[in-house]
């Protein structure tokens, strides 16, 4: 089977910078996303990683090691309007190609 | 505008009854997708379709139902069978299954059944 870990909570201070990790199991591993969901709304696509390294998004960047299985997501000049809970979702060939979700990091900015 | 709608938004049910949530995308895609979310749960495959007539079970379809006569539409029915049917419900589509990286989302319908 698949599996994903992500912390829980995260929380920061506006202006700042956080990371969120993300660690996987699965077979045939393909990719790597991040979505950004707001209280009782739809999650949106933020980033996708296939190959090693850093992909930045203006604010956002994303990164993954597939050696070790992991990644993460980087929020710079963190805004109050970035609170939300963020998942990381993993794509592979022993999936069926269906992204699997992590439970989700809820980011909380403060002033 | 392009997009995917979902509704109702909020769906209120008797426990024994089924309710049918309905789904619709313009995007031309030819995946869709049902989850299930739940308080503090990451999204929980239901069912996916990759093209007309055609869908498959994901991990917890145990008590759902689908139809996938146009490329258009994916309902849900949440059947009697689903023993804790209460939950937010997300559809989801995207141009295919591999190689393609960017699911859309639609607003959600949040089910309670009492």
């Known amino acids: 089977g698949q599996s994903l870990e992500q912390p829980s909570e995260v929380t920061a201070v506006e202006g700042a910078i956080v990371q969120i990790n993300c660690t996987y199991q699965t077979s045939g591993f393909y990719g790597l996303s991040w979505y950004q969901q707001h209280d009782g709304g739809a999650p949106t696509f933020l980033s996708y990683n296939a190959l090693d390294g850093l992909e930045e998004t203006g604010r956002f960047s994303s990164f993954l090691s597939r050696s070790d299985s992991y990644g993460y997501l980087l929020l710079q000049e963190l805004q109050m309007k970035d609170s939300a809970s963020y998942f990381c979702?993993?794509?592979?060939?022993?999936?069926?190609?269906?992204?699997?979700f992590g439970r989700g990091t809820s980011l909380i900015v403060h002033p | 505008d392009g997009g995917i709608t979902q509704s109702p938004k909020y769906l209120f049910r008797k426990e024994g009854q089924n309710v049918t949530l309905s789904c619709e995308q313009n995007l031309n895609h030819d995946a869709m997708y049902w989850y299930r979310q739940d308080p503090g749960q990451g999204l929980r495959l239901i069912y996916y379709s990759q093209i007309v007539n055609d869908f498959q079970k994901g991990d917890i379809a145990e008590g759902y139902s689908v139809s996938r006569e146009k490329k258009e539409s994916f309902p849900l029915t949440v059947t009697s069978a689903q023993k804790n049917p209460t939950a937010f419900y997300l559809c989801?589509?995207?141009?295919?299954?591999?190689?393609?990286?960017?699911?859309?989302f639609g607003p959600g319908t949040r089910l309670t059944v009492t």
């Open positions: 989801a589509s995207s141009i295919g299954l591999a190689g393609d990286n960017e699911q859309y």
């Open positions: 979702a993993v794509k592979s060939s022993g999936g069926s190609y269906i992204p699997t």
